[in-house]
């Protein structure tokens, strides 16, 4: 490859790229991009890559998710908010069951471009460019809301900076304060199954914190029990807002992409002679691979040689997603070779996009029972290879939609119209979100398969 520069993505051949019709106009937008402030701060990704090298040697574990594209239209402070209490739940239980910290990531503050199948969306007799996200075009099936508008880049900046400020005021604000465990669940889950037994953990939580107050271990001194760190993540699809958003860090001299914590490159643009390959190889965010059902061993490692060449751990993340009916078959021959060449990677399941069908009256939606199924496989497919399996990415928000079948609500085909949301992909909800993470808690605590006990 050529030497790189953060333009050289721009000599390479690209998928899932808009069409502008006006460059001009794009230029000048992605000039004013380059002369905004950062939305995060290169500090903030190398503590990242701190934590995600702990997550490759067994002592934590990553927790990534959110909405599978963020909306202008549905921006809210109450849906940052009860996305982030759900995920601190999540964490919570992870936490409590595995006996390691967790490393969060919100697909927030970012996640606005959507790789699609197709580069047209046809309806009756008419046919439009496929929307591809907010910070693209528009949801609405017309020929003026589907023309690429580069004008979407500044909306999409102004809303993730407005979303980190407050993230970072619910982390260290207060919020994520230990003492009000019981006030992260979301009304809607209050009588639930899950709601009971996120309850019956926060109970042993709150003695837990009570006992280490009584012995002089409080809050306002110890601030792990008061805050917690939170990042973010999302696809590095729009190379030019990337592009415009990457920066030298005047402490290490070094580049860095600060329109997020941490980016990842889709399986629809893992292409190694790509340009989505070549513009995050020379980033020093820690960054994903997405890994499908077609991925070669040989593939994977050319890539895995390209993106972390130093082979340092917390660099780069595997973040598989194969569907429940290939992971067994496509999984364990990637693992195998990542181990017998001592790559130093995160394992992570993302058991959501394998995993999409469409329902009896034809709406996108995922089945619970395959994403428990991909999930328990990667479990056991990772660990019997003597790798940890170290991390989950769900698609999910804390709104009470009805987008995915299956699970202890009992959702069914004939419910999904009920609360239907979703832009693109169809997300879990809250509770669905906790009943999957208290089946993964299962499996951390079963004597005998507990990865993080075994890698410690």
């Not at 990457?246 to 893992?270: K, Q």
């Not at 034809?362 to 089945?367: D, L, V």
């Amino acid at each position: 490859m050529k030497p790189w520069t953060k333009e050289s993505w721009r000599g390479y051949a690209i998928s899932q790229a808009p069409s502008y019709p006006d460059e001009a106009a794009l230029e000048a937008v992605t000039d004013r991009l380059e002369a905004m402030p950062p939305l995060i701060f290169a500090g903030e990704a190398r503590s990242m890559r701190k934590k995600l090298a702990q997550v490759v040697e067994g002592k934590a574990f990553l927790l990534q998710g959110g909405d599978c594209a963020e909306s202008f239209e549905s921006f809210s402070a109450d849906g940052i908010r009860d996305t982030f209490r759900v995920l601190l739940q999540m964490a919570v239980v992870l936490t409590y069951a595995g006996g390691v910290p967790v490393v969060k990531a919100g697909r927030m503050a970012g996640q606005f471009a959507k790789p699609r199948s197709a580069p047209e969306e046809t309806k009756g007799d008419a046919s439009l460019p496929v929307y591809r996200g907010d910070i693209v075009n528009g949801y609405d099936f017309d020929e003026a809301a589907r023309v690429p508008d580069p004008q979407r880049m500044m909306t999409a900046y102004a809303q993730s900076a407005a979303t980190l400020n407050l993230l970072r005021a619910f982390a260290q604000g207060g919020l994520a304060d230990l003492h009000r465990v019981h006030e992260w669940t979301l009304a809607f889950l209050s009588d639930s199954p899950q709601g009971d037994r996120y309850r019956a953990m926060a109970d042993d939580i709150s003695r837990a914190v009570d006992f280490m107050t009584a012995c002089g271990i409080r809050g306002a001194t110890t601030a792990a029990i008061r805050e917690t760190e939170f990042f973010t993540c999302h696809e590095a699809l729009l190379l030019p807002f990337e592009q415009a958003m990457t920066r030298i860090d005047s402490l290490t001299g070094r580049w860095y992409d600060t329109s997020a914590h941490f980016l990842w490159i889709g399986e629809r643009t893992r292409d190694l002679n790509g340009a989505h390959v070549n513009f995050l190889r020379g980033v020093e965010n820690p960054i994903g691979l997405k890994c499908g059902p077609t991925m070669t061993p040989d593939d994977l490692l050319e890539l895995i040689d390209l993106l972390n060449p130093g082979n340092e751990p917390g660099r780069l993340t595997l973040m598989t997603r194969m569907g429940a009916q290939d992971i067994e078959r496509a999984l364990p021959a990637l693992v195998q070779a990542v181990q017998k060449q001592e790559r130093q990677v995160v394992w992570c399941c993302d058991p959501m996009h394998g995993n999409t069908v469409r329902s009896a009256l034809g709406m996108k939606t995922r089945r619970f029972d395959d994403i428990h199924r991909e999930v328990r496989a990667f479990f056991k497919i990772v660990a019997d290879q003597g790798a940890f399996p170290g991390g989950l990415h769900l698609e999910m928000t804390g709104q009470d939609v009805t987008e995915c079948t299956g699970g202890a609500q009992q959702i069914t085909d004939d419910n999904l119209a009920l609360r239907y949301k979703t832009a693109c992909d169809p997300r879990l909800n809250a509770s669905q979100a906790l009943e999957l993470v208290f089946e993964v808690a299962n499996f951390l605590e079963r004597s005998g398969e507990n990865p993080m006990a075994k890698s410690a």
